[in-house]
């Protein structure tokens, strides 16, 4: 294994490194060696490391840009097995002893990629350049997209399941101050001594924002570092202030929920990881004042091969020094518009390097600035701009060209210059993404080429520092005194701190050039990037505006513009502006696109947090549990209960048992426990009319001790829930529903109570958990009863189908209904929940005489099919009407009120007699089980070839199963016109197998009803 030694690593007192702590790592096999405090950007800069990823169009060769979220390159592959971490960005990641990083692009390796082979083609690869090419190939696209795909990405996820932790935390505080800068901590000082509760939170490690790279600043008489260090001790010593470094804001949502992800144990070797604390942690943060401080990011100029590896921001190359003793190259050339980048090339001179300063402005900076670098032996060249950069792997030099001081054209050559690193500054873009995910749009300020937001902020948000487009220092903290005393004046408060002085230098005005001219035809250049990850070139706005593209949106999604994991934090502005440019409209009026969460990535792991597994849907257990698992029941999950699914004896498997099982509840008894249903307590003078609206059947004469099957209708009269109502008094009715359906059901009767009818005086309870049912069922449930019951009369005239009684069962008190989901003569038994598993019991002692047989829910399933009964979600879609279902019975259109559907009922499209209707079909094979969701067809078919019209489809199956009852196949389907094709013979499609079915009723055993009525 090779070592690599830190080569361009340098002595800086402002360096937040620890000289005392050094660390070793790898990066693509080779060992290196940084220190703590350290980022792995920083060290891999430190280790001479220059290409470190491939492009993702074109291949091609790719350095670290920046110093930040910014960053579009550096995405890399951490650790390896149950912890690794894909495209983790280098300049976000905290050094650590034995860290191993990997690149995430090139292939076969990083140094030759095929790709980078094809992409010197790139010219003749435009934006829309797949479209254009593969689609005019249909029978060949599989191929070409499987190709594509191949080539597509850049980490992989993990193959092993994640073994730390991550977890929530909820706040409510006054105010939020988002960014740990100058701005950001006075901020928080502020509201901290006005005694408001605050939270601030920095991406960072360390609070101090741009102060921790430009340790010459002085704040109200002392240098950054003190200022820093006095502010922070005093906040930690506030009770009522909480200070989160390692935290990034990632969404805001309405009302002020700010959502922030805390890095909590990232930045540790992963042997030193704590096992009971979470590796992160998703703050969830509801504030009544957030105060954004976010700052500003410095932009590229975009110029020709601006892409090459070596070739970085300003601000970077100035902070990679100053915060982390690396200087970026031997031989730097830093083309700027701006004053600020001067300071960068004063102290890169001061550092040792030999600095070459392009200026595109003919006057260049402020005459102090300028005095400054050419103290410290800095090369200026005044209204000069690169046209391109020189080199392969990495930048070797730059050819400059004279620029026309009037206008952002050519007119004069320039020397060719030799470096190692380029740095360029275009100027500085504030971060405004948070303020425009709940609605905020920036606007675009001329004076400063920016996107600001306005310095008054919106209702419930202040806006302080660069954000504002305030990018000096002291007028930055001015505005920032201003804005908090607003803040505060919410909480009546006010600011009693006086400001710290700053003395702002002054300023020449910036340059406004975002693409430096090479004096040659837009694409015909060398490619001047925008987007360094996806590739995207000043020559692609101008194909997409040739095109007609207009919209920037629209621009966006054809040139990949703003695509990548960096979400065009460096890109966009240049985008933007170029775009302006070639549509001969201002930056203003074509505005920006839309920013949206999260800001930048955030693991699913941290967005789960501890709702995974039983705490994301909690497995629900009835009372009658234990004697399912005494019993070898197998179970599956409905609607978060486990069910008992059937009841295996001797070996059997799965079928043998439920034929077992339905045969022996057909013939005799047969017992389930149906406490799932969900049950609703509906109570109150206007009960009956409520549910007069509700169900789309009648409910008025419904008299107390009688039972009635509703059907429940959504908006466009379809199907969305089913179950039987007892009365149990004039102003009293037990509801039942599905057991998937129970809490949809509940929020819609108090969605249409409270928001439509508040008029009507009626109460709903759940109460699915206070109630135990055990459902017994077949000819012999009336004995079984009988021998529990004394108090109840159960002769067949005395307690009728859909009857409800009281009495007492086994010593209990009970509601016992006379209802059937099988067809059979049957009870439902309800008692106390507590006492749920003493009944089953004695229930089962009880029918030991009649051998008394447990079935589950799929036996359950083949009983309601033999009898034609629909199971919703099942035998529905929402797109099903009961008049499709043949249930036109069970609507009441002549009800004075309408209930919800009716007039959906009566429109032309829900009456057509074409429509998907349920029917049963038998196969003409009665061994053959057709398969759930198998395609219907009028004809034998196979499918279709490549650009084949599809195979017309008459509808789907929904239910199948093998009756032992019958001793054949039943299935029920959605068929078109299905209600008058009875007879039909249909062929059915799935898997490459069709079999020929006849169309027949839906109900298959006892179309009379007489075994019920017994």
């Known amino acids: 294994m090779s070592t690599v030694r830190n080569t361009h690593r340098v002595e800086r007192s402002s360096a937040r ?138 980490a992989e996820a993990p193959r092993e399941a994640d073994p730390e932790f991550y977890d929530h935390l909820h706040h409510h505080v006054d105010v939020l101050v988002v960014g740990g800068g100058a701005a950001g901590l006075w901020s928080a000082l502020l509201a901290g001594r006005a005694g408001l509760k605050t939270i601030l939170v920095d991406e960072q490690p360390e609070l101090g924002g741009w102060l921790l790279s430009d340790p010459a600043q002085q704040i109200g008489g002392q240098a950054a570092a003190a200022w820093l ?8 010593s506030l009770p009522n202030v909480q200070l989160l470094p390692r935290t990034t804001a990632f969404a805001v949502h309405d009302g002020n929920l700010v959502q922030a992800l805390e890095q909590q144990q990232d930045h540790m070797p992963i042997a030193a990881r704590i096992a009971t604390q979470p590796r992160q942690r998703l703050h969830k943060i509801r504030a009544h004042q957030l105060v954004l401080a976010c700052g500003a990011i410095e932009r590229p100029l975009v110029f020709g091969y601006n892409d090459l590896p070596g070739t970085l921001t300003a601000a970077a190359g100035h902070s990679y020094l100053n915060r982390y003793a690396v200087r970026v190259g031997h031989e730097v050339a830093l083309m700027t518009n701006n004053d600020y980048s001067y300071d960068a090339a004063r102290d890169l001179a001061e550092a040792g390097a030999r600095v070459h300063l392009i200026d595109t402005r003919a006057q260049g900076a402020a005459r102090h600035r300028q005095q400054a670098v050419e103290a410290a032996g800095v090369q200026l060249y005044k209204g000069y701009g690169i046209a391109k950069a020189l080199g392969g792997r990495q930048v070797t030099g730059a050819r400059l060209v004279r620029l026309d001081a009037h206008s952002n054209q050519v007119n004069g050559s320039g020397p060719t210059l030799s470096c190692d690193a380029l740095l360029s500054s275009g100027g500085l873009s504030p971060t405004v993404h948070l303020f425009c995910h709940n609605g905020g749009r920036p606007l675009w300020d001329e004076s400063r080429l920016a996107f600001v937001v306005p310095e008054t902020g919106r209702s419930g948000i202040a806006c302080v520092g660069s954000i504002t487009g305030q990018f000096q220092l002291g007028a930055a903290l001015t ?51 925008i987007d360094f990850q996806n590739d995207v070139d000043s020559a692609s706005i101008y194909t997409a505006v040739k095109e007609n593209y207009r919209n920037i949106e629209h621009i966006k999604r054809y040139t990949a513009l703003g695509f990548g994991t960096d979400q065009g934090k460096l890109s966009n502005v240049n985008g933007f502006a170029i775009a302006a440019e070639a549509l001969g409209k201002s930056v203003a009026e074509v505005g920006t696109t839309t920013y949206r969460p999260a800001y930048t990535p955030v693991t699913f792991g941290a967005l789960a947090g501890h709702v995974q597994g039983d705490t994301w849907e909690p497995r629900r257990y009835t009372p009658i549990h234990s004697a399912h698992v005494a019993r070898g029941a197998e179970f599956e999950v409905v609607g978060q209960w486990m069910r008992p699914w059937y009841f ?77 109502t007892a009365c149990l008094a004039d102003d009293h009715f037990h509801m039942t529903t599905t057991t998937g359906g129970a809490a949809r059901v509940m ?48 002769d067949k005239d005395a307690f009728k189908f859909m009857d409800g009684r009281e009495g007492t069962m086994a010593g209990l008190p009970a509601r016992v209904f006379r209802i059937s989901f099988s067809g059979e003569l049957a009870y439902e038994i309800n008692v106390d929940a507590s006492y749920g598993h003493y009944l089953w019991e004695e229930v089962m002692k009880a029918g030991a005489e009649f051998d008394i047989t447990p079935y589950g829910t799929e036996t359950m399933h083949v009983l309601r099919a033999e009898k034609g009964f629909i199971i919703v979600g099942q035998d529905t879609d929402g797109s099903v009407s009961p008049i499709d279902l043949g249930m036109g019975w069970a609507v009441g259109m002549k009800k004075p009120f309408s209930f919800l559907g009716r007039r959906s009922l009566t429109r032309s499209d829900t009456a057509r007699k074409d429509r998907k209707q349920l029917v049963g079909l038998l196969t003409e094979d009665p061994s053959v089980v057709l398969v759930e969701g198998a395609q219907v067809l009028n004809q034998p078919a196979s499918a279709p070839g490549e650009g084949m019209p599809p195979v017309p489809m008459l509808g789907h199956v929904t239910s199948s199963y093998h009756s032992a009852f019958m001793g054949r196949s039943i299935a029920m389907a959605l068929v078109k016109g299905g209600a008058h094709r009875e007879g039909d013979t249909v062929h059915v499609w799935a898997g490459g197998k069709v079999h020929a079915a006849k169309i027949a009723s839906s109900v298959f055993v006892d179309p009379q009803g007489e075994r019920q009525s017994v």
């Open 17 to 154: 490194i620890d000289r005392s702590q050094p660390l070793e790592f790898r990066f693509d096999g080779q060992q290196m060696h940084g220190y703590a405090g350290d980022t792995l950007a920083s060290a891999l800069l430190a280790n001479g490391v220059r290409m470190i990823g491939r492009s993702f169009k074109l291949g091609r060769p790719r350095g670290i840009y920046g110093v930040g979220a910014e960053e579009p390159n550096a995405l890399f592959q951490l650790e390896t097995g149950a912890y690794t971490v894909p495209d983790a960005k280098a300049t976000q990641i905290e050094l650590y002893q034995g860290l191993i990083a990997g690149s995430t692009t090139g292939w076969p390796t990083l140094g030759f990629d095929l790709k980078g082979m094809m992409g010197k083609l790139g010219r003749f690869m435009p934006p829309g350049f797949y479209y254009k090419t593969f689609m005019g190939f249909p029978s060949l696209w599989p191929m070409f997209e499987r190709i594509i795909r191949n080539a597509a990405g850049y």
């Open 229 to 236: 260090q006095s502010v922070q001790a005093e906040l930690a």
């Open 479 to 529: 505005q920032t005194q201003t804005a908090m005393a607003g803040v505060l004046a919410a909480f009546d408060r006010s600011v009693s701190s006086e400001l710290p002085q700053v003395d702002d230098p002054g300023l020449v005005r910036s340059r406004r050039i975002f693409r430096v001219p090479d004096g040659k035809p837009e694409g015909k250049g060398a490619k001047a990037f």
């Open 648 to 724: 295996p004896k001797g070996g059997e498997d799965i079928h043998a048992a439920v034929n077992r099982e339905d045969k022996a509840t057909r013939l005799s008894v047969g017992v389930m426990d149906a406490s799932t249903l969900g049950k609703i307590d509906v109570r109150g003078p206007d009960a009956r009319e409520f549910l007069n609206r509700v169900y789309s059947n009648a409910w008025s004469r419904l008299d107390p001790g009688k039972c009635r099957y509703g059907l429940m209708l959504d908006e466009n009269g379809m199907v969305m829930d089913d179950g039987v």
């Open 747 to 794: 929020n819609w009767l108090e969605r249409w109570h409270q928001t439509e009818w508040p008029e009507l005086k009626v109460w709903f309870s759940s109460v699915t958990d206070h109630w135990s049912t055990v459902a017994v069922v077949g000819p012999n449930s009336r004995k079984v009863l009988q021998k529990l019951c004394g108090d109840i009369d159960f």
